[in-house]
């Protein structure tokens, strides 16, 4: 049975409304679905192609093809769940409406935030106006994933730079991947002597979690790689092929420097959507303000959020989704006074970091850093590269996307109870 569309002439009223329809979204309608089958379920999305993101990198790196990324929406959501192709504009939760740009207003008794993030492009002065041409791209656009690995085979020599914006960004371990993955193809081609990689990091460190960085380290060296911390891509000027980044100093000072590119891959700033930051949800930075274990909102107690959005210190990944989803799922269905036990998110999340064709560093992490492999480490040790941490990425974590996350069901995702002071 396919999804059905909400017309406007559907009640406005539904029991859980759901805003986004990316991998934490239709995760979560569909582990609420498997836990209650006569629930009123509608998700909001403006978007009627749905896209596996963390397969862009190896798009990039001509490993995958950009088409096996995309998907219909409509095909994704499960039996039942209506479907509102419109963008939100606001939210009045003292009212439990959300408002659409089309004028309608929906209301709910549930409500469940998971829209992602805004890839803020225009905060690049000239960004825009290059990308897909002059040698400027980045994987973290569908449609320039292909022009990255056009790029990568054909540069012959010169200055390939590779920058990081300031965190919170979605998978913290993308710029680097478009990185190693490029200097592996320019060395196996023999290239890598007349290329020179450069990698501009805005941070203070390469990796957030300090057990990963030896062996991603090791490959910084054994590519040659000019790194660079505390510089925060500014400018582009594509025709001319020069980069501007600007350092902050100890004494809050600031430095600028220009660096002449043949290749650069931009990874953008980013930022909550801007019905996000505008509205009630959203605490001083933007981001919607959750409990992070319970992912229930701190203000209001009839909404939940999830994924890219929320203010938690989790990496924002689809593995971080896939956790969340049943969480959220078994904490709506409690407010709802269908079951009785609070769920908990530990931070986990995941970033299989491709660091040569062929091996991944998985890095697996909670809260805090603390490691959280899913595999007993005689074996796979996420602290090294190894080849079956590639064929994971490369052939189980697709399928799994598909046919498992987004249908609910929940391997190694199983949520567990909620413990507080008086459970203990």
């Known amino acids: 049975m396919p999804a059905l ?3 406007p002439a559907a009640a406005d009223h539904h029991q859980v409304l759901i805003v ?3 991998a934490a979204g239709i995760a979560t309608a569909s582990s609420l679905i498997k836990r209650d089958p ?4 509608t998700l909001i999305d403006p978007s009627a192609i749905h896209y596996y993101q963390p397969g862009w990198t190896m798009v990039g790196a001509g490993v995958f093809d950009a088409p ?3 998907r219909n929406t409509a095909d994704l959501l499960p039996a039942g769940v209506r479907w509102v192709q419109s963008r939100v504009t606001g939210f009045a939760p003292e009212q439990r409406q959300v408002m659409l740009e089309d004028g309608r207003t929906l209301s709910y008794q549930q409500l469940v935030v998971c829209p992602g993030l805004t890839l803020d492009w225009g905060a690049i002065e000239g960004l825009e106006e290059t990308l897909g041409r002059n040698g400027v791209t980045s994987n973290y656009r569908y449609d320039l994933a292909p022009y990255t690995w056009k790029l990568v085979q054909s540069l012959q020599q010169g200055r390939a730079l590779f920058t990081q914006p300031p965190m919170p960004i979605k998978c913290a371990g993308a710029p680097q991947k478009a990185l190693y993955l490029s200097c592996d193809h320019w060395l196996r081609a023999g290239r890598l002597g007349a290329i020179k990689p450069a990698f501009f990091n805005a941070g203070a460190v390469l990796f957030g979690v300090a057990d990963y960085v030896p062996a991603l380290m090791s490959y910084i060296d054994k590519y040659g790689v000019d790194l660079n911390y505390s510089q925060r891509l500014v400018a582009v000027d594509g025709p001319a092929q020069r980069a501007t980044f600007v ?3 100890a004494d809050g000072s600031s430095e600028t420097r220009t660096e ?4 650069l891959h931009v990874v953008p700033p980013q930022v909550a959507p801007d019905f996000i930051r505008q509205s009630p949800l959203a605490d001083a930075a933007g981001w919607v303000d959750v409990d992070p274990h319970s992912l229930r909102h701190r203000q209001f107690a009839d909404i939940h959020a999830l ?4 203010n938690t210190s989790n990496a924002k990944t689809a593995a971080a989704a896939r956790k969340q989803a049943p969480v959220v799922a078994n904490n709506v269905l ?3 006074g269908r079951l009785s036990k609070l769920a908990a998110y530990d931070g986990y999340g995941s970033c299989p970091l491709t660091v040569e064709r062929g091996k991944i560093v998985l890095a697996e992490f909670t809260y805090g850093g603390k490691l959280a492999p899913s595999f007993p480490r005689w074996l796979l040790d996420g602290r090294k590269p190894t080849r079956l941490a590639w064929l994971l990425k490369a052939r189980v974590l697709p399928p799994l996307y598909w046919k498992a996350m987004l249908k609910g069901h929940e391997w190694l995702a199983r949520p567990q109870p909620l413990v507080t002071e008086t459970s203990k």
């Not at 002449?260 to 290749?263: A, H, I, L, S, Y």
């Not at 994924?307 to 929320?310: E, K, M, Q």
């Open 5 to 7: 569309h909400a017309s």
């Open 20 to 22: 986004g329809a990316g």
């Open 38 to 41: 006569s629930l009123d379920i």
């Open 68 to 70: 096996s990324t995309a």
């Open 247 to 249: 350092r902050t100093l």
């Open 260 to 263: 002449p590119f043949d290749f």
């Open 307 to 310: 994924g890219d959005v929320i």
């Open 334 to 336: 409690v407010a709802l």
